[in-house]
């Protein structure tokens, strides 16, 4: 199993940076999709950006890309999310989550994988 464990929600101005961090305890090897999501006001959660942990590019959402780079530190066994030139539109909970896999394009969504507790992200205008 894999624990997720999030890090680094801020209340920041617009156009500020922020890293966070998600500490996948538990991974040690194996193909798995690994992403950051946006709690947002509906059932589904919003994917922000995913990275298989097997290489190839990153998926992005038209919202996160050119400010957004999503990243694996295999040392620290993290993943993490540089967010740069942030909007009051990012404002929302922020949350890790893996699934075993290799798909980790346009379509996936861990409906049955591994969620963190999340991340609170505020942007001020």
């Known amino acids: 199993q894999v624990f997720p464990v999030e890090s680094g929600g801020n209340s920041v101005r617009a156009g500020e940076s922020l890293t966070l961090s998600c500490k996948m305890r538990g991974y040690t090897f194996g193909s798995f999709c690994m992403g950051w999501f946006r709690q947002g006001s509906g059932k589904r959660r919003d994917r922000v950006a995913s990275?298989?942990?097997?290489?190839?590019?990153?998926y992005y959402a038209d919202s996160a890309k050119g400010r957004f780079t999503i990243s694996r530190d295999d040392s620290q066994n993290t993943l993490n999310l540089q967010m740069n030139n942030l909007k009051p539109e990012d404002t929302d909970k922020y949350i890790c989550?893996?699934?075993?896999?290799?798909?980790?394009?346009?379509?996936?969504?861990?409906?049955?994988?591994?969620w963190g507790q999340g991340t609170q992200v505020t942007v001020s205008s």
């Open positions: 989550a893996a699934s075993p896999g290799w798909n980790c394009g346009g379509t996936w969504y861990p409906e049955g994988g591994y």
């Open positions: 990275i298989y942990t097997g290489g190839g590019a990153p």
